[in-house]
């Protein structure tokens, strides 16, 4: 697997307008794109912070993936995303190296690249996310 770097963090909050408002006022960062996934009851805000990039996710209902992480453990960092050159060649590396897999297959995520996570469980209790580059 070669990972191309930290592609950007996920970041689950409660109020996602209140969120993008002190990302800018606070740390200067620029708001890129706001996009919703109603299959996965979720929005995402994509927020640029010099080279880096987090991605502000809140819940469009509560018994999304987001909305449980928020009900169990409040707001805070949810994922960190790895860029890969390759996703499929990826996700065979992973599942190798005996990782559990949520996505066993690529999808297509918000930001209009292929994506798959690893289980939480697998890499020290981190939810991990590749993103196809």
Do not use: C, W
Not at 32 to 44: D, H, L, S, W
Not at 50 to 62: C, D, F, H, I, N
Not at 91 to 102: S, Y
């Amino acid at each position: 697997m070669v990972l191309t770097g930290i592609h950007h963090v996920g970041v689950a909050v409660t109020d996602l307008d209140e969120s993008i408002e002190l990302y800018k006022s606070a740390l200067g960062a620029e708001l890129v794109k706001r996009a919703r996934n109603e299959k996965e009851g979720i929005e995402a805000a994509f927020i640029h912070t010099g080279t880096g990039e987090v991605e502000l996710l809140s819940a469009t209902r509560p018994d999304s993936p987001v909305g449980r992480f928020l009900a169990k453990r409040g707001p805070g960092l949810h994922h960190v995303a790895y860029g890969v050159t390759d996703i499929a060649q990826a996700l065979a590396d992973a599942r190798a190296a005996g990782l559990e897999l949520i996505d066993a297959e690529p999808r297509m995520g918000l930001h209009g690249s292929m994506i798959a996570f690893v289980h939480p469980k697998s890499l020290g209790g981190v939810l991990t996310e590749f993103v196809e580059t």
